[in-house]
């Protein structure tokens, strides 16, 4: 079993910067890669970044330049650092942690961009 929880959603007006967090716990063992996707209301999931076991970093175009994946795998956490916020990034962040061929999910963390 693996637990995945996410925190540091909240509200942020237009160019402002919050950081995600999220916790991984239990079967931890043969955690690889771990990221994030969010979901705008009436869109699909999408990913905005994700991070492997030894650091590689991966953005989209949406979050390239703006945001930062980090993890600390001796805490299990993993973190985004988001900057000049947008009304567009308005949505329900995941975070993801991949054991062996499984992901496992969180319940997500409401991001909202407005002034």
């Known amino acids: 079993q693996v637990l995945v929880e996410e925190s540091g959603g909240g509200l942020v007006q237009p160019g402002g910067s919050l950081t995600l967090s999220c916790e991984v716990s239990g079967s931890i063992s043969g955690i690889v890669n771990m990221g994030w996707y969010r979901q705008a209301p009436g869109n699909q999931r999408e990913l905005v970044a994700m991070v492997t076991a030894n650091g590689r970093t991966h953005y989209t175009d949406s979050s390239e330049g703006r945001f930062t994946i980090s993890r600390d795998n001796t805490k299990n956490t993993m973190f985004l650092q988001m900057n000049n916020l947008q009304p567009e990034d308005t949505a329900v962040y995941y975070c993801?942690?991949?054991?062996?061929?499984?992901?496992?999910w969180g319940k997500g963390t409401l991001v909202t961009v407005s002034s």
């Open positions: 993801y942690a991949q054991r062996y061929s499984e992901n496992y």
